[in-house]
């Protein structure tokens, strides 16, 4: 018998590979960037950003800081790297040492400090407000840009609200106002409205650039159709022990289970100190393959930092060392996310960053 204690990330970077190419081949007629934020949501920024440079051809990456593009730049010696936050006295000096990071200047403030901190050879990028109400120049800002304002820039771009909903009137509203506003003040600037989700939405948003994030880590960005994208992360962790769960008994803190028959139980060691949503308490899934029989437990009682406890009765011959599944081609983060109330998006970030996971990387064609 294997006795283990960690819980396994597996991540998948053939599936990674194959998702940028779906999505390059669905937006041919535009630059495909890759979106690397967040430490490549949480797998691996420098690994993710190396692998699409030299095997797909990718030059365009997307980070949220500085920092973030720094610590890429070194293996990506040709590429442009977007820096979504912008530039600020707090990573300026990062700018001026790596000339391929761009800012993305968001508000008339920013583009005062860069005006104020110019770095040679670099024109920033312009995000501009069209319905999402979060970063970007809003309308009368952009009237108030002189000629010599406008001319700084070597992008424009917005960010869609709704575009997970292929319907939504928002999506045909935010295309018709970033048109009119890049017409109005960038006619002659490349422009950029979609992240993965958008991508799905056709020709008419796809413009000269898309920016793949979620989709090329194989979340389902376009719900209302099935997922094209292939399954990139997989969830295991060990049991370590099987006990007997008497009638009337209560599993987990604060009690929130009792048994109203005889039980048996699992407890696996994985628990919210390794990303796993809390919220799966009393609700969520865990799977086990026993011989060639893949069986379905039930999360019961609070999940806790270490551990979660399963109800096994209906899971014949499992054993102590044996592999829970918590995430894989059956069972993915969207519907983790879906049971627990969030999104694949956050569950990956959380996961991917933690220590305390062995990683295992498949990756056949390096």
């Known amino acids: 018998m294997t006795v283990l204690t960690r819980p396994i990330l597996e991540i998948d970077f053939n599936n990674l590979l194959d998702n940028y190419l779906t999505l390059k081949r669905l937006a041919s007629s535009s630059i495909c960037a890759a979106v690397v934020k967040d430490d ?61 990071l761009i800012p993305v200047i968001s508000c008339p403030e920013m583009l005062d400090f860069w005006k104020a901190n110019r770095v040679n050879g670099i024109k920033p990028a312009i995000h501009i407000e069209t319905g999402l109400n979060r970063l970007g120049f809003r309308e009368n800002e952009l009237a108030a840009l002189s000629d010599d304002d406008k001319s700084e820039f070597s992008l424009v771009m917005s960010h869609l609200a709704c575009a997970d909903e292929k319907g939504h009137f928002m999506n045909e509203h935010q295309l018709e106002a970033f048109r009119r506003l890049k017409n109005d003040y960038f006619p002659k600037l490349p422009a950029s409205l979609s992240a993965s989700d958008g991508v799905f939405l056709g020709n008419d948003f796809q413009l000269d650039m898309v920016r793949l994030g979620a989709a090329m880590y194989g979340i389902n960005t376009a719900p209302y159709r099935e997922n094209q994208m292939k399954n990139v992360v997989r969830i295991k962790a060990p049991v370590l022990q099987i006990a007997p769960l008497p009638k009337g008994d209560f599993v987990g803190y604060s009690a929130t ?90 569950i990956m970030s959380r996961i991917g960053k933690n220590k305390r996971f062995v990683r295992k990387i498949k990756r056949d064609r390096l």
Request: hydrophobic share 40%.
């Open 257 to 346: 289970y009792r048994a109203n028959t005889d039980r048996k139980i699992a407890i696996v060691s994985i628990g919210y100190g390794d990303g796993i949503p809390r919220s799966l308490s009393n609700v969520g899934k865990v799977f086990f393959k026993t011989g060639c029989q893949l069986s379905e437990a039930r999360i019961i009682g609070r999940i806790s930092m270490d551990n979660i406890i399963c109800d096994v009765t209906n899971v014949d011959n499992l054993q102590v060392g044996d592999t829970a599944y918590l995430a894989d081609d059956f069972y993915t983060l969207d519907d983790m996310g879906r049971d627990a109330g969030t999104i694949a998006y956050e």
């Open 40 to 100: 490549a949501y949480g797998l691996g920024a420098s690994e993710v950003a190396e692998l699409l440079y030299n095997e797909a051809d990718c030059d365009t990456f997307f980070v949220a800081h500085a920092i973030e593009g720094a610590a890429i730049a070194p293996k990506l010696p040709k590429a442009r790297i977007y820096v979504l936050q912008g530039i600020g006295e707090d990573s300026l000096e990062t700018f001026r040492e790596n000339p391929q």
